[in-house]
Each structure stands twice: as C-alpha cells, then as structure tokens.
C-alpha cells in the first residue's frame, strides 16, 4: 500500500439539477468536513458544474465533469471543450464511462484524443476502463483493460501521471441490473491493470490511483475497499443521497484504514 489518499466519489449521470447538485455538496462538507488521508469527489452534470465548484471552494471535495470532446472549438452542437471545462473550475474530466463506449460508440482512438486535449487544458484525468461480458465470458478482461490504456495513454508521458486516475469499472457489473463483481474478479483485473501501467510508465506507473467502480454499495464496499491494489471506490447510486454517500465512505475508509494499518 502506499501513501495515496482513499479516493471516494460518485457520478451523477443525468439526475439532479443545479440547485441539487450545490446543495448535496454542502450537506457533503457539512457531515463529513475535511477528512485526512481522504480525496472526496462528485461527478455532476454540466448544467450543475459551475454551481458545485462554487460550493466546493475551500472544502477539498473534487468536482469533475462527466465527458468532453477532443476539440479545442467549432460545429460540434452538444458538445463541450476541455477549454470550458477549466472555464468552470473543475478539478477533473471522468473520461471512457462504460456508457458513453456503449450508447455513444466511444473508441478507444477517440478516447485518446480526449485524453491529449485534457491534458493541454490543464485538467486532471478519471480514465474509465473495463471488459463487457462477452469479453468476460472469453476470458479476456485482462487483454482487453490492457488495449484500453494501451490506446488512450499513446504518448502520454510521465511527467503527467500526477494528472491520472484510473477507475475499473467491469461493464456487466454497472447499472440496474449489474452484477457486483467477486473479489476475486476484481484482484485479478485490477493487477493486470497495474502491470500494464507499469510496463507504460515504468515504476511510475506505480503511483496512479486505481479505484474500483461497479455496483459498489454498503454491503460490499468492505470487501472491494480492503483490497490493497485498490486504492478508492467509484459508487453509483448508493451514493447519490447524502446518507447513502457518507455511509459507504466511512465504511470503505475504515476497511481500508484496518487494512493498511
């Protein structure tokens, strides 16, 4: 284990408007404060960033945005650039969700041009990666997680890796009728993750996050969180109330802590 901090966030998808979003991450800092050894996030959407960072200021809670193109501007009706992004005072872009691969025919080629563009712009990047359950069944999870990075950190140097963090996130196992996975499953991916950033950047590559994500709750969080290639937890809607956040946190935090201790 190292001496990172226990990552803990959740991504809002399309629920809650702006006043919502302020007002969840008020409650956020008001029951929880500044917590040491801890990096707390919220993933809103656009319409609500602007009024989450304001809240956000000078409580440590990270906010990110939930995508972006690669382009810096032009006829791209829908869209949103990097440029905007740190306009609005994010700390981070999640980039490659399941769902955006799935519905919107995200590649991994246009994934790498997203992640060159976050970094000109200065932001910090959440790469989500994960196998689908046809590549699960084939037992390919590991080549598959390894072709994701592979083709979206292309040329991405070392020197920005203090920008990175990397969510696992098995496909088959988010969503309504996801299936949390096995510890298990999740061990084995995870190291095949972190050999393949390794054989990137080197020892470096040691050093990025690495969180789980995938119908994490509180009865399973323990578990995920104990794990010590598993440096945080991405939760989905059992943390999209205040209440339901806090208690998976101080869950996951306190396995983590009794783990490493």
Known sequence: MTDRPFYFGTNFKMHQTPTESRQFVSDLHERLGSPDSVQLFVIPPYTSLVWAVEEAV??????????????????????????????AGVDMVMLGHAE????????????????????????????????????KAFGIEAETVARQLKIALHNFRSDDLPRLIVAYEPVWSIGEGGTPAGVADVEYTARHIRATLVTLFGTAGQTVPLLYGGSVNLDNCVDYARLDLIDGLFVGRAAWQVAGYVEVFQAGFAAKTEATS
């Open 58 to 87: 000078d409580t440590g809670i990270w906010v990110g945005a939930q995508n972006m193109h690669f382009a810096e501007r032009g006829a791209f009706t829908g869209e949103i650039s990097a440029a905007m992004l740190q306009a």
């Open 100 to 135: 955006r691969r799935q519905l919107f025919g995200e590649t991994d080629a246009a994934l790498h041009k997203k992640v060159q563009a976050a970094l000109r712009a200065g932001l910090r990047i959440l790469l989500c990666v994960g196998e689908n359950a046809e590549e």
